[in-house]
């Protein structure tokens, strides 16, 4: 625990002195003055990832730092904005901030004080965004298409679940997965590839909708066990090399053996 927490002071001055940085980068430096939103958007989805490896490593410095650099992104942007004469810093932080006040009526409102469960907040946070001034004309229509397809599936899921819309018990759940494993056995003996590919999407949506039923983070889920993988075959790959010999070289039976060597090693 860090015992040297600061104050709200210096807080907002190191916040202030982020804004006095990015005047004097934006204005000295030839590399930041030429950039866009364009340009560092793509730096900017890098950053969001490392934070999230810092977050599930339980890195807190690791994020302390990341938090640093994506602000740093932010802060970027907003004076563009502003060199653009759209926006600014304190527009940006102050619809948040609005946003926020108006999501939560029960810290905020009329209703402040009222006891409610962190379940009855999650169980209406759709229904409540939905009548936002500003707010998304539909409920599916603040996910980004070209957010990857298994945490969009997710998003889908969760803010379908905030209007109600949900299995009453997530162990029935199974029979939509198993249903979807039948239609993908059916389509992968045909020659419609657009088929295939539909009922493969089908049943990977289910399998993600089982995740959250079940309280898994299911891009978690998945990058651990791409990460097992990883180590598993390293270990082939490493002994094969040890025996002087290449992957190319081994028979099917030779690398399996190896797995179950390296799973035995609990790699």
């Known amino acids: ?6 104050t709200r002071e210096e807080k907002l001055a190191a916040f202030g002195r982020l804004l006095d940085i990015m005047d004097a980068l934006r204005e000295k ?8 939103m364009e340009t560092i958007r793509p730096m900017t989805e890098e950053e969001v990832y490392e934070l999230s490896d810092t977050i599930l490593e339980k890195d807190r410095q690791g994020t302390a730092k990341e938090i640093g650099d ?21 527009d ?3 619809k948040v901030c609005d946003k926020m006040v108006f999501r939560h009526p ?9 006891a409610t469960s962190a379940k009855e907040i999650a169980d209406t946070w759709e229904l409540v965004k939905a009548r936002e001034k500003d707010g998304n004309k539909t409920v599916m229509g603040g996910i980004p298409k070209a957010m990857p397809a298994m945490l969009k599936a997710l998003s889908m899921q969760e803010k379908a679940r905030g209007c109600g819309f949900d299995w009453e018990k997530k162990e029935d759940v199974w029979d939509k997965v198993q249903e979807e494993v039948t239609e993908v056995s059916e389509a992968v003996s045909t020659e419609d590839a657009i088929k295939r590919e539909m009922e493969f999407g089908d049943l990977l949506f289910a399998v993600i909708n089982a995740a959250r039923l079940y309280g898994v983070d299911p891009e978690a889920a998945l990058g651990r066990s791409a990460e097992k993988f990883r180590r598993r075959f390293n270990y082939i790959e490493a002994e094969t090399l040890k025996s002087g010999r290449q992957l190319k070289d081994m028979t099917l039976s030779q690398m399996d053996a190896l797995w179950d060597e390296a799973k035995a090693k609990g790699l």
């Open 106 to 114: 029960h810290v905020f409102g009329p209703e402040a004080g009222k």
């Open 92 to 94: 940006s932080m102050n």
């Open 29 to 36: 430096c030839p590399w930041n003055a030429a950039q866009t």
């Open 70 to 90: 994506l602000l740093y992104h932010m802060v970027f942007y907003a004076r563009i904005g502003e060199e653009e004469g759209a926006f600014d810093i304190a």
């Open 1 to 6: 625990m860090n015992n040297s927490m600061h």
